[in-house]
C-alpha cells in the first residue's frame, strides 16, 4: 500500500521504460538476425540464412548495460509534472525545487517520499531489461522462429560458449559466458547512471547554493560533447562493456562493480541526508 500511490505518480516512466526495452531488444534482434532494418519476418518464420558476423557478439554483450543506463537515464531525468507548478520555470531548477516542495507539503513522511521512489526507479532497472529479452526469446521459442537458431550462434561466437555442445541448454549457456555478474555489471551501470541524474532534484533544494552548483553538473553531462569522448574510450571502465576489438573473454571487474553501486549508495545518501535537513 505504501509504494500504490507512487507507482501512480510513476506509471508514465514505468511504461516507457518497459515498452523502450522491448522495442530496443527487437531492434537489437533485427540488427544481428535480419536482412535489413525492416526485415519483421525473422519474428515469425522468415530468415535471410545470413553468416554469423563476429562484431555482432559485441553488440549482445553491450545490450543490458544500455538498456539499464537508458531505464536509469529516464527515471533519473524526467521530471513529469515539475514544469506544471507556479514559480518553477523562472529559475534554473525551479521546477525541481517546486515539484519537491509540492511533495513535501503533503502528508507523507520524508522517508516514504524519498526511498519510495529509489525502490520503484531500482527495480524497474533490474527487471525490465531481463524481461523484455525473455519475452523475446520466449516468443521465439514458441513460434520456432529459425531466427533464434542464428541468434544462439552468435552468442557461440564468445569463447567460453563456442567450448559447449550444439545441444547445450540457454541455462548451460547462459552460466557459460558468466550472465549473474555481467547481470550485475548492467544493473550497477543503471543505478549510478539513476543515482547521479536523479540527485540533481535534491541539490537544487539545499539552501547551500554550493551544493546548488553541483546540481547542474547532472544536466552538464548530458550535453557535454566531451562525455562521447571520454565514454568512447573507456567504455570498459565507466560501462563495463566490451567495445569493438577488446577480446571477447572480456568479463566486468568485481572491483568495477563494486565501486559502481558505492557511487550509487553515496549518492543516494547523501541526498537523503540534504532532504532531512531541507526546511521549507
Not at 544481428?32 to 518464420?45: A, E, T
Not at 555442445?165 to 550485475?184: I, K
Amino acid at each position: 500500500m505504501l509504494l500504490r500511490p507512487w507507482l501512480l505518480y510513476y506509471r508514465h516512466r514505468l511504461l516507457a521504460s518497459a515498452i523502450l526495452s522491448l522495442i530496443l531488444v527487437c531492434a537489437a534482434h533485427v540488427l544481428v538476425s535480419g536482412d535489413g532494418p525492416l526485415d519483421f519476418g525473422i519474428f515469425w518464420h522468415g530468415f535471410c540464412g545470413c553468416p554469423v558476423d563476429p562484431s555482432d557478439a559485441y553488440f549482445l554483450l553491450n545490450l543490458p548495460p544500455f538498456l539499464a543506463l537508458c531505464i536509469g537515464l529516464i527515471f533519473g531525468f524526467m521530471a513529469p509534472g515539475a514544469s506544471g507548478y507556479a514559480g518553477g520555470s523562472q529559475v534554473p531548477g525551479g521546477h525541481f525545487k517546486a515539484l519537491s516542495r509540492f511533495f513535501l507539503t503533503r502528508p507523507v513522511s520524508r522517508a516514504n517520499f524519498f526511498f519510495s521512489s529509489q525502490i520503484i526507479a531500482v527495480t524497474a532497472i533490474a527487471v525490465f531489461p531481463t524481461l523484455a529479452i525473455l519475452m523475446l526469446i520466449g516468443w521465439l521459442r514458441l513460434v520456432h522462429a529459425p531466427s533464434l537458431e542464428h541468434l544462439m550462434a552468435t552468442i557461440r561466437v564468445m569463447p567460453a560458449v563456442s567450448a559447449l555442445n550444439q545441444h547445450a541448454t540457454v541455462a548451460q549457456v547462459l552460466s557459460a559466458f558468466s550472465a549473474p555478474r555481467r547481470y550485475l555489471a548492467g544493473l550497477s551501470v543503471g543505478v549510478c547512471a539513476y543515482a547521479i541524474f536523479s540527485s540533481t532534484r535534491w541539490l537544487l533544494i539545499s539552501p547551500d547554493k554550493r551544493v546548488n552548483v553541483l546540481g547542474v553538473f547532472p544536466i552538464f553531462l548530458m550535453f557535454a560533447p566531451i562525455w562521447l569522448i571520454v565514454g568512447r574510450h573507456t567504455s570498459n571502465l565507466i560501462f563495463l562493456a566490451p567495445r569493438t576489438g577488446t577480446p571477447l573473454t572480456y568479463l566486468p571487474s568485481t572491483l568495477g562493480i563494486a565501486l559502481h553501486f558505492g557511487i550509487a549508495a553515496a549518492i543516494i545518501f547523501a541526498c537523503w541526508q540534504i532532504l532531512k535537513g531541507v526546511e521549507l
